[in-house]
């Protein structure tokens, strides 16, 4: 079974632009979330979404938002861009919504670098 | 509040020597499950186990092991004979129900370098 894939898995913008991130979920899994690594802060939760519903949100401000599709595939999209975003952004994903604690499997990340 | 301490920012070992990798743990809850997660430099986070409070029991698998210890709140990892492939970022993950939702909380990780 393929595991989580993210796409693009490098990326790089200026700041004031905007940026789509794009997940696809293990086959069978409802639940994907969003977590943005930095040097600094570490691993934050940024939000999940499960059928199509975006079910938790950590502290993040409203330039990053995010939306699940029919067929689990999750996007987020971080606008009007700021140095502080670079980081890398991993998804995860859980076959039910993460109220019953399933075991989250992460992809690869998606390396985003804000010139 | 809930929260993960990795004390150990890097450790550096010679291969074949063991490490433990230390994690502590602070929640109010009764029901709560413990995760390991390796982060090799290719950036992806693998896990490693999951282990719920009710659970005591020490787990072994091949060369890792792992102490989940309640009277003091941790959740230790144990590489035995180390080698260079075990070189990457591990963290420890607290996950527990908050408000009908999971709520996830990682360490910082601790940087293990296996020096060949």
């Known amino acids: 079974k393929a595991g989580v894939t993210q796409t693009p898995r490098y990326l790089i913008k200026t700041r004031g632009q905007q940026v789509t991130l794009s997940c696809s979920p293990i086959?069978?899994?409802?639940?994907v979330s969003w977590y943005q690594q930095t040097p600094g802060q570490g691993l934050q939760f940024l939000f999940e979404y499960f059928s199509e519903t975006q079910r938790n949100k950590g502290n993040f401000p409203g330039r990053f938002s995010g939306r699940q599709f029919s067929n689990s595939r999750s996007e987020m999209n971080v606008s009007t861009l700021e140095l502080g975003d670079s980081a890398l952004y991993l998804c995860?994903?859980?076959?039910?919504?993460?109220?019953?604690?399933?075991?989250?499997?992460f992809g690869p990340g998606t390396r985003l670098t804000v010139l | 509040a809930q929260k993960v301490t990795q004390a150990q920012t890097e450790i550096s070992v010679v291969e074949k020597e063991d490490v433990t990798l230390d994690c502590v743990y602070e929640?109010?809850?009764?029901?709560?499950?413990l995760f390991w997660y390796k982060q090799p430099p290719s950036g992806e986070l693998v896990f490693l186990i999951r282990r719920n409070s009710f659970d005591e029991q020490n787990e072994i698998s091949g060369r890792y092991s792992w102490n989940f210890q309640k009277s003091t709140s941790s959740f230790n990892f144990t590489i035995t004979a180390s080698q260079v492939v075990d070189s990457a970022v591990y963290f420890c993950a607290l996950s527990e129900a908050a408000g009908g939702y999971q709520k996830v909380t990682f360490g910082t990780g601790t940087k293990l370098q296996v020096i060949p």
């Open positions: 995860a994903s859980s076959l039910e919504q993460l109220a019953r604690t399933d075991t989250q499997y």
């Open positions: 086959s069978g899994h409802r639940s």
């Open positions: 929640t109010r809850d009764t029901t709560y499950y």
